[in-house]
């Protein structure tokens, strides 16, 4: 094994179609000393598949067992002097995969990261869903059950004015639009399976749109990215809402005029806020 300087690299691979490892990655993947990886067998028959002739030893690292084993690899990475490849299934690591503790405690260590650039499915989406992409956040999967998580979600899309992306199951993506469709029927939505792959499939239009033509599939397989845009749909020609810390605003520069606390609830109703909160705004 060579000696050199330590490093830890995060290798982008592909997420469907071969054809996109890049020549940076093969070379950094048959070079290393050490390669992490979600699942040994599966990388071993991507490389297999990909005609890479990697010299590592493979090392097996996962959600589960990734706050445990960050500091020791870490550790044996400085101590031994080697060369490691981070990799995901697919993808690159840390955008829903592990690999954040892994990175977060090279940085302690002060042991140099190096980002090996390849695909993501998130990239990947923003740049063909036509969604405003000024401003986006990515959730992971969408949230499995009701309640004020899901309810709190739902206001930032309206309220928000960023792009949403998601990943959903095929098991799952019908019951999530038709959810998200209850609350914003006319929201932006673009859907995509299986990107890069054989039979992939974008579908875009507003929510009640989209998950019409998602409801007619009879069977659903693959996976799944989606990205939503909420805020101009709560908007329309005859009104306009304002978020509350434009109301508490509004309501300061009120508040020396002469204007009763009725008064300002009825101004508070036409600006799509309930006139009790106008109450709880003058309470604070």
Request: one cysteine or more.
């Given at each position: 094994m060579e000696n050199h300087t330590p490093q830890l690299m995060v290798v982008g691979l592909p997420i469907g179609n071969p054809g996109d490892l890049t020549p940076?990655?093969?070379?950094?993947?048959?070079?290393?000393?050490?390669?992490l990886c979600e699942d040994t067998r599966k990388f071993k028959d991507l490389a297999g598949r990909w005609n890479l002739n990697f010299r590592g030893t493979l090392k097996s690292y996962y959600d589960q067992t990734e706050k445990l084993k960050a500091p020791m690899i870490v550790d044996s990475i400085l101590k031994e002097g080697i060369k490691a490849a981070l990799v995901c299934?697919?993808?690159?690591?840390?955008?829903n995969d592990p690999g954040c503790m892994l990175v977060a405690e090279a940085h302690h260590k002060n042991l140099a990261v190096t980002p090996i650039s390849g695909a993501s499915a998130l990239s990947c989406f923003i740049s063909i869903c036509g969604l405003p992409s000024h401003g986006f956040a990515f959730k992971g999967f969408f949230p499995r059950k009701t309640g004020k998580k899901l309810d709190s979600l739902i206001k930032d899309i309206q309220f928000t004015d960023m792009t949403y992306v998601f990943f959903e199951s095929?098991?799952?993506?019908?019951?999530?639009?038709?959810s998200l469709t209850k609350h914003l029927p006319h929201a932006r939505v673009c859907v995509a399976k299986e990107l890069t792959k054989t039979y992939e499939t974008?579908?875009?239009?507003?929510?009640?749109?989209?998950?019409?033509?998602?409801?007619?599939?009879?069977?659903?397989?693959?996976?799944?990215?989606?990205?939503i845009y909420g805020f101009?749909?709560?908007?329309?020609?005859?009104?306009?809402?304002?978020?509350?810390?434009?109301?508490?605003?509004?309501l300061f520069l009120l508040q020396g005029k002469d204007m009763?606390?009725?008064?300002?609830?009825?101004?508070?109703k036409k600006l799509g806020f309930k006139k009790q909160?106008?109450?709880?705004?003058?309470e604070q």
């Open positions: 940076r990655a093969r070379l950094i993947l048959e070079s290393s000393d050490l390669i299934d697919a993808g690159t690591p840390g955008i095929p098991r799952r993506i019908q019951a999530t639009l038709q974008i579908w875009s239009g507003t929510c009640e749109e989209t998950c019409q033509k998602i409801q007619k599939i009879k069977e659903i397989k693959g996976e799944f990215v989606f990205g101009e749909s709560v908007k329309d020609e005859h009104s306009f809402i304002l978020k509350q810390d434009e109301l508490d605003s509004i009763s606390t009725g008064d300002r609830a009825k101004l508070a909160d106008i109450y709880k705004a003058e």
